[in-house]
């Protein structure tokens, strides 16, 4: 399908259709833009690409953006169990960079175990300018 590092995984047919409009897409996609794409291949609902989507996020193949409401196609090399995730969102061409750094997840768990804070999971969304944009 593409050169992937996750650990493969089977795929039903309409997760890989899911998965690779994402990997095909330069931004975010919403699950709306994800069904136009797909309805020439059977895709009539929005539920069938929320339960694609849903399974890939799962598998780690894809993360969701609260503040955009969009998904995008895991795109980082050593994406580590996914604890902590960081994305550079770019308001003025929507490229969306994934960030992972160690010290960052290392910092915002102790923040929370001192204060007793079971901590799951996190994704910190930075709004700004590419270094592209502010070129330009
Ligand atoms: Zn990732
Ligand atoms: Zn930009």
């Given at each position: 399908m593409n050169d992937h590092v996750h650990a493969p995984v089977d795929l039903t047919k309409n997760q890989s259709l899911v998965m690779s409009a994402l990997t095909n897409s330069d931004g975010p996609l919403s699950a709306y833009t994800i069904l136009d794409q797909l309805r020439d291949?059977?895709?009539?609902?929005?539920?069938?690409?929320?339960?694609?989507?849903d399974k890939l996020v799962e598998f780690g193949l894809v993360h969701r953006l609260e503040s955009l409401n969009a998904f995008v196609a895991?795109?980082?090399?050593?994406?580590?169990?996914?604890?902590?995730?960081?994305?550079?969102?770019?308001?003025?061409c929507s490229q969306?960079?994934?960030?992972?750094?160690?010290?960052?997840?290392?910092?915002?768990?102790?923040?929370a175990e001192k204060r007793g804070f079971a901590l799951k999971k996190t994704t910190i969304e930075l709004r700004g300018v590419c270094a592209m944009c502010k070129a330009a």
């Open positions: 291949h059977g895709f009539r609902a929005p539920l069938q690409v929320y339960r694609a989507l895991c795109r980082h090399p050593d994406c580590d169990g996914h604890e902590t995730l960081a994305f550079m969102i770019c308001e003025t969306v960079t994934e960030l992972s750094d160690m010290m960052l997840a290392n910092h915002l768990k102790g923040l």
